[in-house]
């Protein structure tokens, strides 16, 4: 049976996934239910993956099959009905660890052990720091978000390699972080139909392609040093264009962060 210790780690973790709930409840009249049903889909998808992998596979396959409720030519009761049918869920599981000191049948040879703190978890304040070449404004950009606003930053390079692959290892550390900024910097020169132009390095793009599903773009925000090109793909994600020293946008990077109730 599973110790003290990792039951409260699990029912932090459940806490805080019920908070993440309530706040997207909250803003179904301020942001629109176009918005809310976005976050909650991917709110959806990501507690599934936590409680897989914290709890057990089995009460991820229940939360899973537990889909949006639809209530004919009512979109905004669905989304509610939808709310509290996986907010109950959430509750009754919680009671269930708590109370009961819940059996994870599904965990064999200790894999129930954390891999995480709850408080590294869904609700951190970890930034996750795409970046290419420009290692004078990486290290600007980690500076100024650890110092002006305490918030822990995830940059890859710097992560142990633990014998896992690069894919892996991005998207084991990717997961903990609640935002990411992408340092776009005219890294590699590309020709096509006889001309050129500067773009930044494939693995930013890919990464924030990765960061916006899972995230969500407002949780995603560019800054573009002057010259570099943006393909198409990527309008509609919050960018920050600098001429040579990120740490002059700081007010408006602030801005970026408290919309998004990093800060």
Same mark, same amino acid.
Do not use: C
């Given at each position: 049976?599973?110790?003290?210790?990792?039951?409260?780690?699990?029912?932090?973790? $459940?806490?805080?996934?019920s908070l993440e709930l309530e706040r997207i409840y909250s803003e179904i009249q301020e942001?629109?239910?176009?918005?809310?049903?976005?976050? $909650?889909?991917?709110?959806?998808?990501?507690?599934?993956?936590?409680?897989?992998?914290?709890?057990?596979?089995?009460?991820?396959?229940? $939360?899973?099959?537990?889909?949006?409720?639809?209530?004919?030519?009512?979109?905004?009761?669905?989304?509610?009905?939808?709310?509290?049918?996986?907010g109950s869920y959430l509750k009754v599981l919680r009671e269930q660890i708590h109370e009961h000191s819940y059996i994870f049948e599904d965990n064999q040879n200790d894999k129930y052990e954390l891999k995480v703190d709850a408080s590294e978890s869904l609700g951190s304040k970890k930034v996750f720091i795409i970046h290419g070449h420009d290692d004078t404004n990486?290290?600007?950009?980690?500076?100024?978000?650890?110092?002006?606003?305490?918030?822990?930053?995830?940059?890859?390079?710097?992560?142990?390699?633990?014998g896992r692959t690069i894919i892996e290892k991005f998207e084991q550390e990717a997961y903990e972080a609640k935002y990411a900024f992408a340092i776009f910097t005219p890294d590699d020169i590309v020709k096509v139909s006889g001309q050129e132009?500067?773009?930044?390095r494939p693995n930013v793009i890919f990464e924030v392609g990765w960061f916006c599903g899972k995230l969500g773009r407002e949780n995603v925000c560019i800054l573009w040093k002057k010259g570099t090109k943006i393909h198409s793909d990527l309008e509609g994600i919050s960018r920050i264009e600098f001429d040579d020293n990120i740490e002059d946008k700081f007010l408006d990077i602030e801005r970026e962060l408290k919309s998004s109730g990093v800060i």
């Open positions: 049976m599973p110790d003290k210790k990792k039951i409260t780690k699990i029912l932090d973790l $459940l806490d805080i996934l942001k629109g239910q176009a918005v809310a049903w976005a976050r $909650l889909e991917r709110w959806h998808e990501k507690t599934i993956r936590a409680i897989s992998e914290f709890i057990s596979k089995s009460e991820g396959e229940k $939360l899973a099959d537990k889909g949006p409720v639809y209530i004919m030519n009512d979109p905004l009761g669905s989304i509610t009905e939808t709310i509290q049918l996986w990486l290290e600007r950009l980690e500076k100024l978000l650890k110092d002006r606003w305490a918030l822990d930053t995830i940059i890859l390079r710097y992560q142990p390699g633990k132009y500067a773009q930044a």
